[in-house]
């Protein structure tokens, strides 16, 4: 089959390699449509994918094979899988703990747009316990994380700021449901204050983004587009310790299945009912998966990059 395989310059290489089989408790997945993120750029920019590898993250397509353990109903079911790695590839064995469930009907593009990033976005605005007439801060607003993040906290009610870097994307942002946006560019745009922040970027200026929370503010880190934060990061919540607020970082490797479930089922509910749109931004063909990383990587996207079989579909 064909694969995307990292090459011995952390380059990514076209390779015809070995079909994988399903072992015990694994399924074999046909795959559709690949999500591409930030991730993907992150992995392989530090080094942490071995020469010969296959990156990938997520993929939605049909299940062709079962191992041993697994039920054999699941053969024919489209799926949306989330393995550690093997998804820029025609197929791709993955634990059948690792599979979401795709309404019949449902468009793939759309649902793996939605994917891990709705994951990380709902599991951030879940855990903040964002509540209606909170004032959200997003940062990294425009990211396939933070198209959804300012989706989900406004169908919570909550008052949305999103954190951007043009006019065009700002006004994208406000058409999804943000009240305000602040051009991350413009020295002369002012915050507020927030009673949550959900942070995708990270960075140097964590701390000052913390400076903003309102009492019983709950910030949550869960990406690091802009890097580490400082070492200081903690002395606003020290300094003042009588505000009583939250630092949290979100992961969605420590998301136990049943609970991912739980999560993937409240935003599919949103997205039935109108409250969360798919946000595509480009797709490519699975050959050109080295020309999606880097668009990815030069921050231009908004929303979600795609890999399909075959001829690139949209814009
Ligand atoms: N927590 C988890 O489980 C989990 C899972 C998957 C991914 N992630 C992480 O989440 C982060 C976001 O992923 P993504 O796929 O949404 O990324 P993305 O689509 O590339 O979006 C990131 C957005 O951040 C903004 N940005 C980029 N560089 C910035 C900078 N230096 N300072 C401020 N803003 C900047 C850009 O939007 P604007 O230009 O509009 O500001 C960009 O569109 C990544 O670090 C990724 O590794 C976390």
């Not at 399903?22 to 991730?39: F, Q, S």
């Not at 709950?218 to 300094?239: A, I, K, M, Q, S």
């Not at 998301?255 to 490519?284: I, T």
């Not at 880097?294 to 890999?307: A, D, M, T």
Request: include cysteine; charged fraction near 25%.
């Amino acid at each position: 089959m064909r694969a995307v395989v990292v090459d011995a310059s952390q380059e990514l290489t076209v390779a015809d390699v070995p079909e994988p089989a399903a072992g015990p408790g694994e399924v074999l997945i046909e795959a559709e449509a690949i999500g591409v993120g930030y991730m993907d750029v992150m992995r392989l920019r530090d080094g942490s994918t071995s020469a010969g590898s296959i990156p990938g993250l997520e993929v939605l397509g049909r299940v062709r094979a079962a191992g041993s353990g697994v039920p054999e109903g699941l053969i024919g079911r489209r799926v949306l899988a989330q393995p550690d790695f093997g998804g820029y590839a025609e197929q791709v064995a993955v634990g059948a703990d690792r599979l979401l469930p795709v309404p019949d009907g449902a468009d793939p593009v759309e649902m793996v747009a939605l994917g891990l990033n709705a994951l990380v976005a709902e599991g951030a605005v879940h855990r903040t316990g964002v509540l209606p007439g909170d004032r959200v801060l997003v940062r990294g607003a425009g990211g396939g994380i933070g198209v959804l993040a300012t989706q989900i906290a406004r169908a919570r009610g909550a008052e949305v700021t999103a954190v951007t870097s043009s006019p065009e994307r700002a006004e994208r942002l406000r058409a999804l449901g943000a009240a305000k946006t602040v051009d991350r560019t413009r020295p002369e745009d002012t915050y507020g204050t927030y009673d949550v922040v959900v942070d995708t970027v990270a960075g140097p200026r964590v701390r000052e983004h913390l400076e903003l929370l309102r009492p019983n503010g709950r910030y949550v880190l869960c990406g690091g587009v802009g890097g580490v934060p400082g070492p200081d990061v903690f002395e606003p919540l020290l300094r003042d310790f009588h505000r009583s607020s939250t630092l949290l970082a979100f992961s969605l490797r420590s998301v136990a299945p049943e609970e991912r479930g739980k999560s993937w089922e409240r935003v599919l509910a949103l997205h039935d009912g109108g409250g969360l749109a798919a946000v595509l931004d480009r797709s490519f063909p699975l050959t050109e998966a080295a020309a999606a990383l880097q668009w990815v990587e030069r921050g231009k996207s908004f929303g979600k990059v795609v890999l399909l079989q075959g001829q690139q579909r949209f814009p």
